[in-house]
């Protein structure tokens, strides 16, 4: 069974940190996620790519926005991916969902929601200004 679940999200200040991960089932992370992003949807706005990770050969991309303040990463142990966020914006709010690729994309769709198979339930983050 598939399987993809967030945890970090909250409350955070302007210019704060804040750590998402998204635990994935074994079979999940070993089949089902050649390529795994997180997305953030925000009130009224589309749901959009913020970072990729292609998972076998650790390239990964970032909306602009984020560039050089958020970072993506996983750990293979724990069948986890993480989105470490710093520098925290208002405009950084947002629910933040971890999604998974069963196949590589291309990397000009790799930011494109429907390019994945596999979505966690969202978790919400919030920063104050």
């Known amino acids: 069974q598939v399987q993809l679940v967030e945890s970090g999200g909250g409350s955070v200040q302007a210019g704060g940190s804040l750590r998402l991960s998204c635990a994935a089932s074994?079979?999940?992370?070993?089949?089902?996620?050649?390529?795994m992003a997180w997305f953030r949807q925000a009130p009224g706005k589309e749901r959009e790519g913020v970072a990729v990770i292609y998972r076998g050969g650790g390239d990964t991309y970032y909306a602009d926005s984020v560039k050089g303040r958020f970072t993506i990463s996983q750990d293979n142990a724990k069948n986890t991916l993480y989105l470490q966020m710093n520098s925290l914006k208002p405009e950084d709010t947002a629910v933040y969902y971890c999604a998974a690729a069963d196949r590589n994309p291309p990397w000009w769709l790799a930011r494109s929601p429907g390019f994945y198979n596999y979505w966690g339930q969202g978790t919400q983050v919030t920063v104050s200004s």
């Open positions: 074994e079979y999940t992370y070993t089949y089902s996620s050649a390529c």
